[in-house]
């Protein structure tokens, strides 16, 4: 895997990657609170906000597969994903919490849970390199559709 990441310029803490799928996204920074130079200009997400974000697609992303494979008939899939970080440098994730909101037709509560549970234990990268520093908690919600 291969990524490229490159600074938009000064005057900002702009960052532009180029994934090595061919694809790209923009980064910034939040302005200083005082409105001294150095800060970003807040158009585009935080990089510990594409973190998460990139957490909640790689967990999602599993718990979709595995009702698949289990024949269930899922037909939606939304996480919220709340964090809290160190208040001092570096300023990792403390604390993480998904809750899935799981839409389906005649889903089985058992097979989201354990694909959920199969998600965090065994398949997310993502989640389990983050749960080196977090605490990791999930809840869910079946919805019938």
């Not at 935080?46 to 974000?53: D, S």
């Not at 790689?58 to 996480?79: P, S």
Request: include cysteine.
């Amino acid at each position: 895997m291969e990524c490229k990441v490159s600074w938009t310029g000064p005057g900002g803490m702009g960052f532009w990657a180029e994934t090595g799928s061919g694809h790209a996204l923009v980064m910034d920074g939040a302005p200083n609170a005082d409105g001294s130079p150095g800060g970003g200009h807040n158009l585009a997400p935080r990089p510990m906000e594409m973190v998460l974000a990139g957490t909640g697609g790689c967990t999602a992303y599993d718990v979709v597969m595995i009702l698949q494979r289990g024949r269930q008939q899922v037909t939606g899939c939304h996480i919220q994903l709340k964090a809290e970080r160190a208040p001092t440098d570096p300023k990792v994730f403390t604390q993480i919490h998904m809750h899935y909101v799981v839409t389906g037709k005649g889903l089985s509560e058992a097979a989201v849970e354990r694909a959920i549970q199969l998600s965090h234990e065994k398949y997310c990268s993502a989640s389990m390199m983050l749960s080196k520093t977090a605490a990791m908690t999930s809840s869910f919600e079946i919805v019938e559709g």
